[in-house]
């Protein structure tokens, strides 16, 4: 038979939609081309298909060999085709039984010697085959990564031979065996905090709601210490969330397996990183780390030192949850439901407002500072506290605490029980409720909705921060297992929005 036909993915983003690879030989001068709109890897892998199937003692045919790699109009990128290419030319050429193939799809990159190397984004395609309801058969560097899936339908080989073999029932591939999750480990615990009893608390309901939160205070009060020890009190992802979480890491080259799995992500990007290296994006759609965070905590130390046209590119992601990225020849939707977190100083020196040390900066200085923070993204920022420097009763405490995870896991098992009383009422976290549902769920009394109408005025708050406040106090209700937004509630809530009244 001269025309065989073998199943492969693509990787676009999160996305794996499935290629066709048609192989046809034909009379005439030997030739070897492939078509499909492939991009260069693709195209070089005409010299590693024809080495690693002759390294492999098998026959390559002196045909005219055309490859298509259907649909023609999707772009086809890296060496994951490597393996579908091989396998097609030697079903085409009669050295494979064609019968099973349209049951199983084929991904891989082969090396000259016919070794299978790993892939990116193996763990899309996975899911994707799944549910495609065929057989996958991808490189056995990629097992671990394969085994999140918890299912039976991949197996493995390190060798084309072995894979012929296999084809040819001689021998039976090793298949993917399911791993245990494992939970998280606490690495860091807020035990380790002195103090800041406020900013605890603030810390506390941003988590038990998924709230966005922005510290400021001068150097040295704890701000990047308490953002890193945010994830110690996030309860483990569902399996559902943890797969998404590690498809992203899984098309990013970033390791996946069962210890990281479950753990909320933790992003922390540096001050110099690009709008394209937060949203995501370039010639081959890379997850951006806004997309890396999802399901997790965007921690911005620094805040007034990132590019203003940085932080603009966030505000659509932070109410929507996705980046919609746009190229001339396709969209890809990338998940980025992250719960930001952010700290900065309150002026360039850093000690204004400083108990003990002089502010060096011009009030217009400070003002200009403030307003690198655009008026649109604080307005989305959920809970603002202001940092001061520990006493020196609390400073004699630094080096007599002794660490533990208790604490933390007295508040993860809060935020976890609050988690459950919002899911159980609105299917999903507080933060990410709309306005018919925060009309629905959050609805103050009367005396409430008066006092929010004052402050409103006094505060000058916009619409968006009235919906924000209904939704901070009744995340604290939750911890409270509240089911009415009592008037504390609400006035600690009003009480989070403390940079709205202010110049920044």
Known sequence: MSLAIVYSRANIGIEAPLVTVETHLSSGLPGFSIVGLPETAVKESKERVRSAILNSRLEFPAKRI??????????????????AIAVGILAASGQLDTSQLGKLEFMGELALSGELRPVPGILPGLMAGRDGQRHSIIPRANAEEAALLQEQGVSVCEHLLELVKHLKGDQTLAGIEPLEPVNPLLTESLDDVVGQEQAQRALLIAAAGG???????????????LAN??????????????????????????????DSMHQAPFRAPHHTASAVALVGGGRQVNAGEISLAHGGVLFLDELPEFSRHVLE???????????????????????????????????????????????????????????????PLLDRIDIHIDLQRLGKEERKLLLQKK??????????????????????????????????????????????????????????????????????????????????????????????????????
């Open 66 to 83: 055309t490859v298509n790699l259907a649909p023609a109009d999707l772009p086809k990128t890296g060496g994951r085709f490597d393996l």
């Open 211 to 225: 709230h966005n939160l922005l510290m400021r205070g001068p150097p040295g009060t704890g701000k990047t210490m």
């Open 229 to 258: 020890r945010l994830p110690s009190i996030l309860p483990p992802l569902e399996i559902k969330a943890a797969l998404e979480v590690a498809a992203l890491r899984s098309i990013a080259g970033l390791p996946c397996n069962t």
């Open 313 to 375: 590119v966030l505000r659509e992601p932070i109410e929507s949850g996705s980046i919609l990225i746009s190229r001339a020849a396709y969209q890809t939707r990338l998940p980025a439901s992250f719960q930001l977190v952010a700290a900065m100083n309150p002026c360039p020196c850093g000690y204004y407002g400083d108990s003990e040390r002089d502010c060096r900066c011009t009030p217009d200085r400070i003002r200009q500072y403030q307003q690198r923070i655009s008026g």
């Open 403 to 504: 660490g533990s995870n208790n604490k933390s896991k007295q508040l993860r098992k809060q935020v976890s029980l609050a988690r459950e009383r919002q899911l159980k009422r609105a299917g999903k976290l507080n933060a990410h409720l709309n306005q018919a549902e925060i009309k629905r769920y959050c609805r103050p009394a009367a005396a409430g909705r008066k006092m929010l109408e004052q402050a409103m005025e006094q505060l000058k708050l916009s619409t968006r921060a009235y919906f924000r406040i209904l939704k901070v106090a009744r995340s604290i209700a939750d911890l409270n297992n509240a089911a009415e937004l009592e008037n504390g509630y609400l006035l600690e809530a009003v009480a989070y929005r403390k940079f709205d009244r202010q110049d920044c």
